[in-house]
């Protein structure tokens, strides 16, 4: 079955406006990842949040985690035209090894 | 300088041809992987190699064969190409079991 389930699929906002997406997974897990994927390019890892942290921040992103729910969230503060790019969640499960399982994406759009 | 490369980035075929992806990674990493993007943008693991050895073969037909020479290199070859093999196929490597994912630019294949 799927793993991670990104919320929204795709998101359209303003240059300057604060950008949000959520992630959702079944099972338990050692790490979850973000990754970004411009149109046309291989994914990027932008942070990795291990099963002990409830929050991590790297520039303008900041990622939470809540094993109890099993979601994750990416917030991408102050965005910037380039910010826009698919986006990817994906989980470490644990038990399981050399397999990242990735959600759907969601399709962030900035406008100038 | 490129970390993770692949060729060939376009491939346009017929149904029944035989074709190669040959992926090669200069970041002294033990893991290589081979995911499938589909159309929807949906990445799906086929693969995972660590130091030369087959680790997960997530039930992909037999008609997709990969072949780790060193472990710097990971190739796949799909023979009797089918329509439904055409995806974006990326190859990605990391540094142990659980960490970050380098991945390639891509490979678009387009079975005619």
């Known amino acids: 079955s799927q793993q991670g389930e990104e919320d929204p699929q795709a998101l359209s906002i303003q240059e300057g406006e604060n950008a949000t997406m959520n992630c959702s997974y079944k099972?338990?897990?050692?790490?979850l990842q973000w990754y970004r994927q411009n149109s046309g390019r291989g994914l990027v890892h932008l942070i990795l949040i291990r099963s002990n942290e409830r929050e991590k921040h790297s520039g303008r992103l900041r990622v939470t985690l809540d094993t109890s729910k099993k979601s994750s969230s990416l917030l991408i503060t102050a965005s910037r035209a380039a910010d826009t790019a698919s986006y990817f969640c994906a989980t470490d499960e644990r038990g399981q090894i050399s397999r990242l399982t990735f959600g759907e994406g969601t399709q962030l759009t900035v406008n100038p | 300088d490129t970390a993770v490369s692949q060729t060939p980035k376009y491939l346009v075929t017929q149904m029944g041809n035989d074709k190669s992806i040959k992926c090669e990674q200069n970041l002294g990493h033990d893991t290589m992987y081979w995911y499938k993007q589909d159309s929807k943008k949906f990445l799906k693991i086929m693969f995972s190699y660590n130091n030369k050895e087959l680790i997960i073969n997530e039930t992909v037909p037999n008609r997709f064969s990969p072949k780790s020479p060193d472990k710097a290199h990971l190739n796949l070859h799909i023979n009797s190409l089918e329509l439904g093999d055409s995806a974006v196929y990326f190859c990605?490597?990391?540094?142990?079991?659980?960490?970050?994912?380098?991945f390639g630019e891509g490979s678009r294949l387009t079975v005619l």
């Open positions: 990605a490597s990391s540094r142990g079991h659980t960490g970050e994912l380098f």
């Open positions: 099972t338990s897990i050692n790490n």
